[in-house]
């Protein structure tokens, strides 16, 4: 589609407010920057393939239908097509209950399908927030990643970690405060190494 | 000290690790309180943040067209987006609620935020319960109300946006006290509606099974 290679030069926020207006090139082009992120997250989450593959098309069909009330000054676009996947995604665990026995099976290789930059971008990415992640106590980390990735609530934490429920809101808040604050020192690390 | 502990539920709330009873009593909390809202906003930032340390899987192949044909289906129809991401028209939606509440000092706070473009419509209601449905530019609406009493065992409340005599389900809730309650609607308001609340088996029904309890004038 020749429109869409013109929007590769945009910015995620300006691309989501074409999407706003209609413009299928636009979601064409999210699904072409997050598309693969998106996937990895949902099937983390869901674990079966077919699942995960709703979650991603229902979260880029919410994103198409609200891209209008998207207010850039309050978030990233690509925070908000994370939080779009991550909600169905829990919602589907949550409602299959699937999350707590299945394992997450094979390993898969990076990159089918997606262009080396993307694969190297992902790949970075990855690194980074498990840097960011290692640094932070065992305990906050154990919470937010059940959490995150496995959909389960603070009650659900507190009776499997046998914690009591305020440790784990406490924990939580704490590990993303810590979160925050590392993901931030690497950016600026980052930054002064480029400089 | 007990609002000390709620502040603590903006980590959980960006995370989605809340029950649904804490996550709307920390919505109520939200919608008045300048911290979590930062918190939340910087949180949400965060949290999507760990979606990238996913490990690779294959992608489907497919996939791709296959939302490309699902949205040209739909074309460019607007619906509520997820709550927690429109909270430009909820706060303003609340604050026009806590007014006609009389809770004017809720209001004076939530009215420094950003309110959406075009103007909010504040629909009084009538019936078992006192306040009104406040509804966004494009429809986005929230039932505020107080003095509906919880509902009984096995039942529950359910939201509907109705047209002359046909009704169409927007959303089921079930306030634990006669406190004041905020309840989004899950299907917009369009001209020439009002909205309607029904007590309904758990689980709510397709359509009503009862007459109003209370009812918003018309938009």
């Known amino acids: 589609m020749p429109v869409s290679r013109d929007l590769a030069h945009l910015s995620d926020e300006a691309v989501v407010a074409l999407a706003a207006r209609g413009e299928e090139a636009a979601l064409a082009e999210l699904y072409d920057r997050y598309g693969t992120a998106c996937y990895r997250l949902a099937r983390r989450i869901v ?37 779009l996947v991550h909600r169905r995604a829990v919602d589907v665990v949550r409602r299959e209950e699937r999350r707590r026995t299945v394992p997450l099976g094979e390993q898969y290789d990076e990159g089918l399908g997606d262009s080396a930059e993307r694969v ?24 937010l990643e059940l959490a995150y990735y496995g959909g389960f609530t603070q009650s659900e934490l507190a009776e499997r970690l046998g914690r009591p429920l305020g440790t784990i809101k406490s924990q939580m808040f704490a590990g993303l405060q810590n979160l925050r604050g590392q993901l931030e020192a690497q ?4 930054s002064w190494r480029t400089t | 000290m007990a609002d000390d502990l709620i502040h603590e539920l903006a980590a959980g709330y960006a995370l989605d690790a809340l029950g649904p009873d804490e996550e709307r009593r920390f919505e109520v909390h939200l ?34 067209e296959r939302i490309l044909d699902a949205a040209q289906r739909e074309g460019a129809r607007v619906v509520v987006v997820r709550p927690r991401w429109a909270y430009p028209a909820l706060f303003a939606a609340a604050a026009a609620a806590c007014l006609a509440l009389g809770f004017g000092v809720w209001a004076a706070i939530l009215q420094s935020r950003p309110a959406p473009a075009g103007a909010l419509r504040t629909l009084p209601v009538r019936g ?9 530019p ?12 919880p509902p009984p065992a096995g039942k529950t409340y359910e939201l509907w ?30 001209p020439g509606t009002r909205v309607g609340v029904t007590l309904e088996p758990a689980g709510g029904s397709a359509r009503p099974t009862s007459r109003p309890l209370v009812v918003s004038a018309r938009l």
């Open chain 1, 47 to 83: 674990r079966d393939p077919a699942l995960a593959e709703d979650v991603v098309q229902e979260a880029f069909l919410g994103l198409w239908r609200g891209a209008a009330r998207f207010v850039p000054e309050r978030a990233r676009a690509s925070a908000w097509i994370m939080t």
């Open chain 2, 128 to 136: 078992a319960a006192a306040g009104s449905v406040v509804v966004a």
């Open chain 2, 31 to 64: 919608a008045h309180c300048a911290r979590c809202q930062a918190d939340v906003a910087a949180f949400l930032e965060t949290a999507a943040e760990l979606a990238f340390a996913s490990p690779p899987a294959p992608q489907p192949a497919g996939l791709r």
């Open chain 1, 187 to 190: 950016t600026k690390e980052g």
């Open chain 2, 161 to 190: 946006v109705m047209r002359g005599t046909s009704a169409l389900p927007a959303g089921l809730f079930a306030p634990r006290s006669r406190a004041t309650v905020v309840a989004r609607l899950s299907r917009r308001v369009p």
């Open chain 1, 120 to 143: 190297v971008w992902l790949r970075l990415e990855r690194e980074r927030v498990q840097r960011a992640l290692a640094e932070l106590p065992d305990q906050q980390r154990e919470t």
């Open chain 2, 138 to 149: 494009g429809g986005a609406a929230a039932l505020v109300v107080s003095g509906l009493a």
